[in-house]
């Protein structure tokens, strides 16, 4: 099977990424018009060639310029059956509204869709995540009470158990935080550093370079 991954950069789709690696001919990267997509992972996203390179893959940027997210999506897809990709790797956990738009699409073009981190439980997470090698930092909080303090701190299995109790989606699957991932089994380390933070309250990003 030839497999390409909706790939943001972030510990999700790398994971996803990392299980199928093998299978994967290319990274696909939405580039959304909203700074708050719906869909996709906004930040970082010029970083991506160095992870692509890193890995050894091709990856396949499309910018959305319409208002309909779902529109470059189905451009993104066109183009991957043209290249003769027979299967979409998402890194979707919980997200009914992303998950159902990404089957809905890829029925249209006879696509399969592969979710191996679809309702995963956070143990058997955190195994994969730590097993393969991840790992990132966070980039982006967005929910109360997390605050600019959390910025540029490890995502690790200590992290994960504490947002939980603060009633933070472990995840982050719900857009409360963001991830970068430097390094990983299939990733040599990737070189970055800082360019700016911005933000106020409970919503702050760190903007890499």
Same mark, same amino acid.
């Given at each position: 099977?030839?497999?390409?991954?909706?790939?943001?950069?972030?510990?999700?789709?790398?994971?996803?990424?990392?299980?199928?690696?093998?299978?994967?001919?290319?990274?696909?990267?939405?580039?959304?018009?909203?700074?708050?997509?719906?869909?996709?992972?906004?930040?970082?996203?010029?970083?991506?060639?160095?992870?692509?390179?890193?890995?050894?893959?091709?990856?396949?940027?499309?910018?959305?310029?319409?208002?309909?997210?779902?529109?470059?999506?189905?451009?993104?897809?066109?183009?991957?059956?043209?290249? #003769?990709?027979?299967? !979409?790797?998402? /890194?979707?956990? +919980?997200?009914?509204?992303?998950? =159902?738009?990404? @089957? &809905?699409?890829?029925?249209?073009?006879?696509?399969?869709?592969?979710?191996?981190?679809?309702?995963?439980?956070?143990?058997?997470?955190?195994?994969?995540?730590?097993?393969? #090698?991840?790992?990132? !930092?966070?980039? /982006?909080?967005? +929910?109360?009470?997390?605050?600019? =303090?959390?910025? @540029? &701190?490890?995502?690790?299995?200590?992290?994960?158990?504490?947002?939980?109790?603060?009633?933070?989606?472990?995840?982050?699957?719900?857009?409360?935080?963001?991830?970068?991932?430097?390094?990983?089994? !299939?990733?040599?380390?990737?070189?970055?550093?800082?360019?700016?933070?911005?933000?106020?309250?409970?919503?702050?990003?760190?903007?890499?370079?």
């Amino acid at each position: 099977m030839k497999l390409a991954a909706l790939y943001s950069g972030g510990k999700d789709s790398h994971l996803a990424t990392s299980i199928y690696f093998d299978q994967i001919e290319y990274l696909v990267t939405i580039i959304p018009k909203s700074r708050f997509p719906y869909m996709y992972h906004p930040i970082n996203l010029h970083i991506l060639d160095r992870h692509a390179q890193s890995m050894g893959k091709e990856i396949l940027k499309f910018e959305q310029e319409s208002e309909d997210e779902l529109e470059i999506l189905k451009e993104a897809m066109a183009e991957l059956k043209s290249h #003769g990709v027979t299967g !979409i790797v998402t /890194g979707a956990i +919980a997200s009914n509204y992303q998950y =159902s738009r990404i @089957l &809905r699409l890829a029925e249209q073009f006879n696509l399969k869709v592969i979710a191996p981190l679809w309702h995963i439980d956070i143990d058997d997470y955190l195994r994969l995540y730590r097993d393969y #090698g991840l790992k990132a !930092i966070i980039v /982006g909080v967005y +929910a109360y009470p997390l605050d600019d =303090s959390y910025l @540029l &701190r490890e995502y690790d299995r200590e992290l994960a158990y504490y947002f939980n109790t603060i009633s933070i989606n472990p995840y982050g699957e719900g857009g409360e935080f963001e991830t970068f991932v430097y390094q990983s089994n !299939i990733m040599p380390r990737v070189e970055f550093r800082i360019n700016r933070i911005e933000g106020k309250n409970n919503s702050w990003t760190a903007y890499l370079e």
